[in-house]
């Protein structure tokens, strides 16, 4: 079959949600019609009985939502522009907060019983399937008001996002960059879109006048973008101190039972291993072939871009291959996702279909839903190992897991991810024809630790000085966040260390950073890369016993234990120094690799 018969072939199957968007309509007017009879429980939530018939209740309620979800956002998705999705995806969002609504009272009133009341449900066999839910509601109990008090910082809820709201709107619609020149010479307007191949430009004055017009704009507004910052730190620190959190660190890792001293670890961890981020900086500075780099040089292409070609049909092939080291098994399922005839994935790029790509697991009794753009290189075989990493995820979870303890927590959902992308490295790189295609494949692995360990490490230090000053009821002017931004970027890539230049100019970057309005967020992404290179590494060199654990213990445990302590079974420990360790010593060894290949 050829490529342009598959791109017409291959698609994901809604079908296997509803049959038709009339069985979608219908199976949504009834879960609405139905929704009275969770109210019925509402100030009854006293005893066993009730509790238990309650919570069963919401779980077929929550699970009939996600799948009318699902069906919305993949016929959505598949075609943008059709007015009849863009309505029943609006429906779907509706219904959503209409079932949240619904169910608002059963945690509050679960919180105001007793320890004594809650405790025992834990280990009854009834209560196997909340056993967690009802471990964390207990956790967290002490940080709860009453519910007369709950529910009025749930109304105030919709104004805690407005500082974030107001950045994305300013920086989608309202935002305007002048004109700069592009490689060829000619004027084009810089744009949030046109900005990352700009920056990445191999022509240097190309770049400078990329990051000089790029960054300057942001200064144009940056009182205003101060204010909005420093709006949202505010209502994360309200919120937190309203729940009796002593930090909004503390508050943000809660969720997840995650003590703070991990987020302290990466930093750390970080911090101790920048001389090789730096020895990685003077390979790019030679590279480059410049005397100095400077900031502006840290996107530039430093190794020729090898012309690998991977048919989607090919791609597949590989990549089943590359996750040999996950066992036969592994191989097979994911053999069968990949297959056309199982309506998993939409890999390639249409009129109308949504750009970029992601996984969808969240349909329990069916599959995940995988969206792709591909374009038969290898950044797209890369996202496919990426994506099919989370699906792989999805689908060992809902298929050993009950619906409540399936959906696992973002703590761990990139390691899977990522684990499938350094295999399916490792193997391109092992079996490359040459030098020039090998030091390509090792050298995106390098820039990628680069981007996701150390860049998000350093955005985590950033975003963890900036609320220890607002605790400390500092204020956030434009000078201080700045200041300290300039900082810590400094002392990331050597600026003290003549490692690499960096101007006051750019300054104002954490204006353009949207993760630093979520609240301790963007750490995932590096304890991720770090978890899953550590996880990798066993398993390629133990074999058997390291890759039953990883699979038992992290793809299929879903939510049944905290994330912390699954990675731990799993056979990682991101409280210690140890997986930083061994992810920054692939790191250091990819590098070395890389060197001796281009001399």
Not at 211 to 226: P, R
Not at 258 to 276: G, M, R, T
Not at 445 to 472: K, S
């Amino acid at each position: 079959m050829s490529e342009k018969s598959n791109k017409e072939n291959i698609r994901w199957k809604t079908e296997d949600l509803y049959r038709t968007d009339r069985a979608w309509q219908n199976a949504r007017k009834k879960l609405v019609r139905d929704l009275p009879q969770i109210k019925r429980y509402k100030g009854k939530l006293r005893a066993k009985p009730s509790i238990l018939a309650c919570l069963k209740l919401c779980t077929d309620f929550e699970k009939e939502l996600d799948r009318l979800t699902c069906y919305a956002n993949r016929c959505h998705d598949q075609d943008t522009r059709a007015g009849s999705y863009q309505a029943i995806k609006a429906i779907s969002e509706k219904v959503e907060a209409e079932v949240n609504e619904a169910m608002a009272f059963i945690e509050p009133e679960l919180l105001a019983l007793p320890a004594k009341t809650l405790r025992p449900l834990i280990g009854h066999k009834d209560f196997t399937d909340y056993d967690q839910f009802l471990k964390d509601l207990l956790r967290q109990k002490k940080h709860f008001r009453n519910a007369d008090e709950e529910a009025l910082l749930a109304a105030a809820a919709i104004m805690a996002d407005s500082g974030h709201s107001a950045h994305s709107t300013l920086l989608a619609a309202d935002l305007k960059f002048p004109k700069v020149k592009n490689e060829k010479g000619k004027t084009e307007r810089l744009t949030l879109a046109t900005w990352p191949r700009l920056r990445a430009s191999s022509n240097r004055s190309v770049r400078k006048e990329a990051f000089d017009t790029f960054f300057d704009t942001f200064s144009g507004y940056q009182n205003t973008l101060a204010n909005l910052l420093n709006a949202q730190v505010n209502a994360n620190l309200f919120n937190a101190r309203a729940h009796n959190y002593p930090t909004v660190l503390s508050a943000s890792l809660d969720d997840d039972a995650i003590p703070e001293s991990v987020y302290h670890q990466l930093i750390k961890a970080a911090n101790q291993n920048l001389p090789i981020l730096h020895r990685y900086l003077d390979f790019r500075r030679r590279r480059l072939k410049i005397k100095k780099l400077r900031y502006t040089d840290l996107y530039a292409p430093i190794i020729n871009r090898a012309d690998l070609k991977f048919p989607y049909e090919k791609g597949c092939s590989i990549l089943v291959d590359a996750v040999s080291p996950l066992g036969e098994e592994y191989q097979a399922d994911l053999k069968m996702a990949l297959d056309p005839k199982s309506g998993w994935v939409d890999p390639f790029p249409g009129p109308g279909k949504r750009s970029g790509a992601y996984m969808d697991g969240s349909a329990y009794d069916v599959h995940p839903y995988v969206l792709g753009n591909y374009l038969g290189d290898y950044d797209s075989l890369s996202m496919l190992a990426h994506e099919m990493g989370h699906a792989m995820h999805s689908f060992y979870s809902n298929r050993k897991q009950p619906y409540a303890k399936a959906d696992y927590s973002i703590f761990v959902a990139e390691v899977a991810s990522t684990l499938n992308e350094l295999l399916l490295a490792r193997s391109l790189a092992n079996s490359a024809k040459g030098r020039k295609a090998q030091a390509f494949i090792l050298g995106e692995v390098l820039e990628n630790y680069r981007l996701t360990f150390f860049r998000q490490a350093m955005f985590a230090e950033f975003e963890l000085e900036m609320y220890r000053r607002a605790e400390a009821n500092e204020a956030l002017t434009v000078e201080t966040l700045s200041e300290l931004y300039l900082k810590i970027v400094r002392k990331y890539y050597g600026h003290d260390k003549g490692v690499t230049t960096i101007s006051s100019r750019y300054a104002i970057e954490w204006a353009y950073i949207p993760h630093f309005y979520y609240g301790y967020y963007v750490f995932q992404y590096a304890t991720g890369i770090t978890a899953a290179t550590a996880l990798a590494e066993g398993i390629v060199n133990e074999g058997q016993k390291a890759r039953d654990k990883y699979i038992k213990n992290l793809l299929q445990a879903g939510a049944s234990a905290p994330p912390l302590t699954l990675l731990k079974k799993a056979g990682v420990d991101l409280s210690t120094v140890k997986p930083y360790r061994v992810a920054m010593g692939h790191f250091a060894q990819t590098l070395s690799q890389v060197e001796s290949l281009l001399g």
